[in-house]
């Protein structure tokens, strides 16, 4: 994380660190490196575990509830 800090700081891109760290070079905000790192990876981190989550309870209903499985099998437009 600190690497891709390093990089968007010489190159920034369309992306949440950067804006982060252009706030930070144009004095709108006051945070360190590593509380950026630590934000990032939490981001990272609970975005990963959410995701995850979300699929085994997808899973896990649509094979304990067939009517559920049937429907999402009939109509394309559910899996969406």
């Excluded at 950067?18 to 790192?37: F, K, M, R, Y």
């Excluded at 899973?59 to 437009?77: G, H």
């Amino acid at each position: 994380m600190t690497e891709l800090l390093d990089a968007r700081r010489i190159s920034p891109e369309e992306d949440f660190m950067s804006d982060i760290l252009g706030a930070v070079a144009d004095g709108s905000a006051e945070i360190s490196d590593s509380e950026i790192v630590g934000i990032m990876t939490s981001i990272g981190l609970g975005g990963n575990d959410t995701t995850s989550n979300q699929i085994a309870s997808l899973f896990y209903r649509l094979l304990t509830e067939p009517s559920a499985w049937a429907a999402v099998v009939s109509d394309p437009s559910l899996r969406a």
